[in-house]
């Protein structure tokens, strides 16, 4: 009979146990069924509540004052007419332009690009001989007869001469060649070119 006792009270003792156990894990896991716990209401307005927290969120001091919003819609035309008052007063740059124009100065007289060019062509240019004297001497008709080589009347103002073709004339002119319409003479004293003389109708 004693056996039998002692199941019973191993028996309330582990039932017991257990109803604890449980108890304890209900009590762990009561807040997580329940829900958040309900914050009490207050009559006082939503920007004192939000003023009083933004020191703690903006890392303020303490007990200082912050400066409420202006939360007033009114347009104020003192503002306005203050702000169109305002000119803008410029440096003289254009603000269009990412940097000032450069002014190009207006030569004083046509420039000459070629001046050098030219001197360098001057200085291996060939001088140019100057023209030969005019020879003083009026060739006026032939002198010639047939059979007889050709001859020719010269002047030179009050003289006249005649010659023919390789004879010299006033100690100075060359009779080169004699045709029906001019004579070439050359004066063998400046050594120059033959001269065209034409028939001048006496």
Known sequence: MQLGLENKKKTMWAVGLAVVALLAGAYEFMPMFMGPTPVA??????????????????????????????????????????????????????????????????????????????????????????PPTPIPLKFFGFANRPGEPKKIFLSKDQDVFIAGEGEIVDRRYKVVRISPTNVEIQDVVNSGPPQSIPLTPG
């Open 41 to 130: 209401t207050s009559n006082a307005p939503v920007t004192g509540a939000l003023d009083s927290r933004a020191p703690s969120r903006r890392g303020g001091k303490p007990g200082k004052k912050t400066r409420p919003e202006n939360l007033d819609p009114t347009l104020r035309l003192n503002l306005l007419a203050s702000s169109e008052q305002t000119m803008y007063e410029g440096n003289g740059r254009n603000i269009f332009v990412s940097q000032a124009e450069v002014i190009i100065p207006q030569p004083g007289a046509p420039g000459n690009t070629d001046a050098k060019k030219a001197e360098e062509e001057a200085k291996y240019r060939v001088p140019t001989p100057p």
